[in-house]
């Protein structure tokens, strides 16, 4: 699920795509915004008791630039039926002998795919309410009535869009190509390295991820690992490039949907949420984003029958419960300044727990 415009609303929604009819509706009004997409994923589907040999794929992968063959160059898989190590065979040791200069790249790119895919957000279901406009005639003289009828659709949530995901690895490959050219990563932590460029990666394409998320899955470094690689790799590429590396400001407003799709918040809370995160910028609070995010969700969900409790928000946040504490000690007094009206009245507000 992405954002995009809808005529209708005159502002920017959450989209539901179908994935049978290939089209994208606006989870607010119901209007197809776009009808018939093409699914460029595969045609097949590959389930868990099939042989690894019987590979349906039809073509090699698509040019890489970064690689020195441009990732073309001819590979000796192992026969279908062939038993035992394909190596020990005569076409398998020339192969192996074969000095292939971009092999510590196409490893890093692979651990790079990983780490993205394990970030990605595919695969989560969840329900939505769409409201769809019929038209049903009363009159044979021709006058219609609006029918309004309440839908659940269960869909799957995509993180923005493909062609975002296959923009992110990319700029991570790109800063991890550029770092290798300089011989400055050897004797370093690779998993460090790849999930600090992950997490350059998500900064500069403004889907941020948090180092907790990036750190767990990061196949066991730290987040203070790869906090000093992201700072390695900063340096080293201002140094080379002469000038600072942009590497985009981070708001409350960009991880608060994906805090809210965890804990499983419905549309007009997330809604009020945003508006209060938005608001909360033009106040002088000093904490940090990802806090105030946590800390407005606190806030919002007492003000709803489904009260969350802080522990699962902090579960789902990553954020100390202390923390959100904090921040939300230093939200509370502007309250009535950030929170809707049409979400909370001045009484409402005297439902809020004192900090």
């Known amino acids: 699920m992405?954002?995009?415009?809808?005529?209708?609303?005159?502002?920017?929604?959450?989209?539901?795509?179908?994935?049978?009819?290939?089209?994208?509706?606006?989870?607010?009004?119901?209007?197809?915004?776009?009808?018939?997409?093409?699914?460029?994923?595969s045609e097949w589907r590959t389930f868990a008791n099939e042989s690894g040999d019987n590979d349906p794929v039809r073509v090699g992968g698509p040019s890489n630039p970064?690689?020195?063959?441009?990732?073309?160059?001819?590979?000796?898989?192992?026969?279908?039926?062939?038993?035992?190590?394909?190596?020990?065979?005569?076409?398998?040791?020339?192969?192996?002998?074969?000095?292939?200069?971009?092999?510590?790249?196409?490893?890093?790119?692979?651990?790079?795919?990983?780490?993205?895919?394990?970030?990605?957000?595919?695969?989560?279901?969840?329900?939505?309410?769409?409201?769809?406009?019929?038209?049903?005639?009363?009159?044979?003289?021709?006058?219609?009535?609006?029918?309004?009828?309440?839908?659940?659709?269960?869909c799957k949530r995509y993180c923005s869009s493909a062609i975002f995901f296959c923009h992110f690895k990319d700029r991570a490959n790109e800063i991890f190509k550029k770092v290798e050219d300089l011989k400055s990563v050897r004797g370093r932590n690779q998993d460090a390295i790849l999930a600090a460029c992950l997490y350059i990666a998500c900064r500069q394409e403004d889907k941020p991820r948090t180092v907790k998320e990036i750190c767990s899955v990061a196949n066991g470094a730290t987040k203070k690992e790869i906090g000093r690689a992201k700072e390695f790799i900063v340096k080293q590429l201002e140094v080379e490039m002469g000038q600072s590396m942009e590497m985009g400001t981070i708001h409350a407003g960009d991880f608060l949907r994906r805090f809210c799709s965890h804990l499983g918040m419905p549309n007009q809370i997330v809604k009020a949420a945003q508006e209060a995160v938005q608001k909360s910028e033009e106040l002088d609070i000093r904490r940090s984003p990802i806090s105030i995010a946590a800390a407005i969700i606190y806030m919002i969900t007492q003000l709803y029958d489904d009260k969350k409790p802080l522990k699962d928000i902090s579960l789902a946040t990553g954020v100390a419960e202390g923390t959100i504490k904090n921040a939300y000690k230093d939200l509370y007094p502007y309250a009535s300044r950030i929170i809707p009206t049409y979400f909370a009245k001045e009484e409402d507000l005297k439902n809020l727990c004192s900090p």
């Open 2 to 41: 992405g954002d995009a415009y809808c005529s209708d609303c005159k502002r920017n929604t959450e989209v539901v795509f179908d994935h049978s009819a290939g089209d994208m509706v606006c989870s607010e009004c119901g209007l197809v915004l776009e009808s018939h997409s093409i699914d460029e994923t």
């Open 66 to 154: 970064l690689l020195t063959d441009g990732g073309l160059s001819t590979v000796i898989s192992k026969p279908n039926g062939v038993q035992g190590d394909f190596l020990s065979s005569s076409l398998g040791r020339w192969q192996n002998r074969g000095s292939n200069p971009d092999r510590n790249l196409i490893n890093a790119f692979k651990g790079i795919a990983s780490m993205a895919d394990s970030l990605k957000l595919n695969g989560i279901e969840r329900s939505y309410t769409v409201q769809v406009k019929e038209m049903t005639a009363v009159e044979p003289c021709g006058h219609y009535k609006v029918k309004i009828s309440i839908y659940t659709v269960v």
